[in-house]
């Protein structure tokens, strides 16, 4: 399966129409290349192993997936009872589908939302019920999937802003081994420290990187952003400081 690439690359999109277009288009292939090449492809699967990383499973939403992608592909509208988390509220939308979105093993729908009137990405797990409607759309012109996500940094759209990261010399050679963000500047510093500097959107997975660093990244620009940092910081440590007991307490109950 996969061209002897690894299941394991395809398994996080088992369930959905992706997988078995995708299975039958790579058998089909698989019928027509010579004896060498699939001796060559088993050899690289012996010594791949492609690690995916955390995903949700999707078999469940297949029919969804479908709709959608047949949405997209025909230029319909469709109406969603969608859930969103933020404001743990179901809301009924009118959306037009410009495009299904795969990214860190969650799949996405970005299309314009006749409600708000905005583009905005939609998480499809969270779609609870869906309908495709009789009403057409043509997708702007001007529309761009790599132009309107641009400043994101993961799923979450928002405006960029110029954002200044110092991350610690205990880190500084891993920072400078990636490309984090595209529009990304790195500057060494004399103590070995790394200034990174990037255009982009302060939403909550670029929050969650730059937290997951710890004490060895501290944001310097914007104010606003670095002061959400900082008492995010002093919640974590109120947390800790409160001891067992309360947490205890909760679980018990």
Request: glycine share 4%.
């Amino acid at each position: 399966m996969a061209l002897y690439f690894g299941r394991d690359a395809l398994k996080i999109l088992k369930g959905t129409v992706f997988y078995d277009s995708l299975e039958d288009l790579f058998q089909k292939i698989k019928a027509t290349i010579p004896p060498e090449s699939i001796k060559f492809l088993k050899n690289v699967e012996q010594s791949l192993k492609v690690g995916p990383k955390p995903y949700k499973p999707y078999s469940h939403l297949k029919k969804h997936i479908e709709l959608i992608n047949d949405a997209v592909i025909n230029k319909r509208v469709i109406e969603i009872l969608y859930y969103t988390i933020s404001r743990k509220k179901e809301t009924n939308r009118k959306v037009e589908p410009y495009k299904l979105w795969f990214l860190d093993g969650t799949f996405y729908m970005i299309g314009y939302c006749k409600w708000i009137k905005e583009i905005r990405v939609f998480a499809v797990d969270r779609i609870k019920t869906l309908a495709l409607t009789d009403e057409t759309f043509e997708v702007p012109d001007d529309f761009s999937i790599d132009n309107f996500m641009r400043s994101s940094f993961g799923a979450f759209h928002g405006k960029p802003e110029k954002i200044k990261i110092l991350f610690s010399a205990d880190i500084a050679e891993y920072i400078k081994e990636k490309i984090w963000h595209q529009s990304q500047k790195l500057y060494d510093t004399p103590d070995g420290s790394v200034l990174f500097e990037a255009d982009v959107a302060c939403t909550k997975d670029f929050k969650a990187w730059i937290m997951s660093w710890g004490s060895n990244a501290i944001v310097l620009e914007p104010e606003e952003f670095r002061n959400e940092i900082q008492t995010e910081t002093i919640e974590m440590i109120a947390s800790y400081s409160n001891g067992m007991e309360p947490l205890e307490k909760t679980l018990t109950a």
